[in-house]
């Protein structure tokens, strides 16, 4: 199983970008995809995670900012991210856990820079 990231940039706060994560390789139908981000000199953050029925969940920090959503068909889970802010700014995660091994997949990180 291999995830792909794309999507990051710079932008200015109060702007927005997309992230796109795509998923290839055999994984159970029912799982779990996640965006997770690292700023620099801190730990990886949880972000948002979406179940396989599209029900999703997001941290304190980007609730009412970001959208997060999938396409089961096309093995794509996005990120939209609304009125950036500059503590937003780090590498982007994607991540997939496979709910019937308990496998879990990351991708190889996309970068976000909001500057002020």
């Known amino acids: 199983v291999q995830l792909q990231a794309s999507g990051g940039g710079l932008v200015q706060a109060g702007g927005s970008l997309r992230l796109s994560c795509t998923i290839s390789g055999n994984i159970f139908s029912s799982n779990v995809m996640a965006w997770y981000r690292q700023a620099p000199g801190k730990q990886r953050e949880f972000v948002s995670l979406?179940?396989?029925?599209?029900?999703?969940t997001y941290g304190n920090s980007v609730k009412g900012r970001f959208t997060i959503s999938r396409d089961n068909a096309k093995r794509t889970m996005d990120l939209q991210m609304n009125s950036l802010k500059p503590e937003d700014t780090g590498v982007y995660y994607c991540e997939a856990q496979d709910l019937k091994t308990m496998t879990h997949y990351w991708g190889q990180g996309t970068q976000v820079t909001v500057s002020s």
């Open positions: 979406i179940l396989s029925d599209g029900t999703p």
